[in-house]
């Protein structure tokens, strides 16, 4: 599936890559947005990494014992104890919305406007859920006493760690969510149409994505870790 | 193949919430973690992010540079397990274990 576009050179495997980089035109034969998008995907890579790693050298540099993500993030529903329970809802919505997602650049592609649009929206709702039962957890941590500088339960750099890496994933989907219902709406009114092609949806996609996958990470280190 | 790749996330993310849930513990528990960690990305990228078929260019311009975080990681593992000694030492703490 690999597209041609004019200017710059064929070839498959290391001498497709010598051809792309030596290319006079682009060096990727894909379209602009999408090369862009991943070039920053790639610096966001690197800012949660960089979130990620001083958080695991803090917890590895505590005296006292972390606290316990199984206990701290435990519900009890109907009388049941359950722990990581919301962290696992949560986790269940970023992938049903990741695969609506996929879905819907799928449609983009077959030029379904009405499909492309719904499927989009579906995801922004998935992702607008996540943002809730998140703030729902913050409100939660808080009311338990977690701070940046402190909290009952354990090492007091938890809480910034806590705040600050799922903070920035919540902003980061949050503006997904407005990023997705923007451009549902230019689907809807044909804006892509005019323009001639519907790049734009694989891109959102490609930003989806990567939220999603930064939550891989996060569910991986942060809470079962 | 999308709802293949789909299902699979969500059979690996149960796996995942169940190394929390049956407790394994120890080098068992951070291996799981990290093994289901690495497939469920690993199927994002190159599946939902489409990365299985782009150029290999662009494949090597994206993948590659994470790559040096591993030394990253490396680095600020020795810093913390540094600072915690340093911490015990200094301030004449009971050893955790």
Same mark, same amino acid.
């Given at each position: 599936?690999?597209?041609?576009?004019?200017?710059?050179?064929?070839?498959?495997?290391?001498?497709?890559?010598?051809?792309?980089?030596?290319?006079?035109?682009?060096?990727?034969?894909?379209?602009?947005?999408?090369?862009?998008?991943?070039?920053?995907?790639?610096?966001?890579?690197?800012?949660?990494?960089?979130?990620?790693?001083?958080?695991?050298?803090?917890?590895?540099?505590?005296?006292?014992?972390?606290?316990?993500?199984?206990?701290?993030?435990?519900?009890?529903?109907? #009388?049941?104890?359950?722990?990581?329970?919301?962290?696992?809802?949560?986790?269940?919505?970023?992938?049903?919305?990741?695969?609506?997602?996929?879905?819907?650049?799928?449609?983009?592609?077959?030029?379904?406007?009405?499909?492309?649009?719904?499927?989009?929206?579906?995801?922004?709702?998935?992702?607008?859920?996540?943002?809730?039962?998140?703030?729902?957890?913050?409100?939660?941590?808080?009311?338990? #006493?977690?701070?940046?500088?402190?909290?009952?339960?354990?090492?007091?750099?938890?809480?910034?760690?806590?705040?600050?890496?799922?903070?920035?994933?919540?902003?980061?989907?949050?503006?997904?969510?407005?990023?997705?219902?923007?451009?549902?709406?230019?689907?809807?009114?044909?804006?892509?149409?005019?323009?001639?092609?519907?790049?734009?949806?694989?891109?959102? #996609?490609?930003?989806?994505?990567?939220?999603?996958?930064?939550?891989?990470?996060?569910?991986?280190?942060?809470?079962?870790? | 193949?999308?709802?293949?790749?789909?299902?699979?996330?969500?059979?690996?993310?149960?796996?995942?919430?169940?190394?929390? &849930? &049956?407790?394994?513990?120890?080098?068992?528990?951070?291996?799981?973690?990290?093994?289901?960690? &690495?497939?469920?990305?690993? &199927?994002?990228?190159?599946?939902?992010?489409?990365?299985?078929?782009?150029?290999?260019?662009?494949?090597?311009?994206?993948?590659?540079?994470?790559?040096?975080?591993?030394?990253?990681?490396?680095?600020?593992?020795?810093?913390?397990?540094?600072?915690?000694?340093?911490?015990?030492?200094?301030?004449?703490?009971?050893?955790?274990?």
């Amino acid at each position: 599936m690999t597209t041609t576009a004019p200017g710059f050179a064929e070839g498959t495997g290391w001498q497709g890559i010598v051809g792309d980089w030596s290319a006079d035109k682009q060096a990727f034969g894909v379209p602009w947005g999408k090369a862009m998008m991943w070039i920053f995907l790639l610096s966001d890579t690197f800012i949660f990494s960089c979130f990620l790693t001083s958080y695991m050298k803090v917890r590895v540099s505590t005296t006292i014992p972390w606290p316990n993500p199984s206990e701290v993030f435990a519900l009890t529903i109907g #009388g049941q104890h359950l722990p990581l329970i919301l962290i696992a809802i949560m986790t269940f919505v970023l992938i049903s919305s990741s695969g609506t997602m996929a879905m819907a650049v799928n449609m983009g592609y077959r030029r379904d406007k009405k499909k492309t649009v719904a499927l989009m929206l579906a995801t922004a709702a998935f992702g607008a859920m996540f943002v809730g039962m998140q703030a729902f957890e913050w409100t939660k941590l808080i009311e338990e #006493g977690v701070r940046p500088w402190g909290n009952p339960m354990g090492a007091p750099q938890f809480g910034a760690c806590f705040f600050m890496i799922t903070g920035f994933h919540g902003l980061h989907v949050s503006g997904g969510v407005i990023f997705l219902i923007v451009v549902a709406n230019r689907v809807r009114t044909g804006f892509y149409d005019r323009k001639g092609n519907y790049d734009m949806v694989e891109i959102t #996609g490609l930003y989806w994505h990567f939220v999603d996958l930064v939550w891989v990470f996060i569910f991986a280190f942060f809470y079962l870790w | 193949m999308y709802l293949w790749i789909w299902l699979l996330l969500f059979v690996l993310s149960t796996f995942s919430y169940l190394v929390d &849930f &049956f407790q394994f513990e120890g080098y068992l528990r951070w291996f799981l973690i990290l093994l289901f960690m &690495f497939l469920k990305a690993g &199927f994002i990228i190159a599946i939902f992010m489409h990365m299985a078929w782009e150029r290999l260019a662009l494949r090597t311009a994206i993948l590659v540079p994470p790559l040096a975080l591993l030394v990253l990681i490396g680095l600020m593992w020795i810093e913390g397990d540094y600072t915690e000694v340093t911490r015990f030492l200094f301030f004449g703490l009971p050893s955790s274990g």
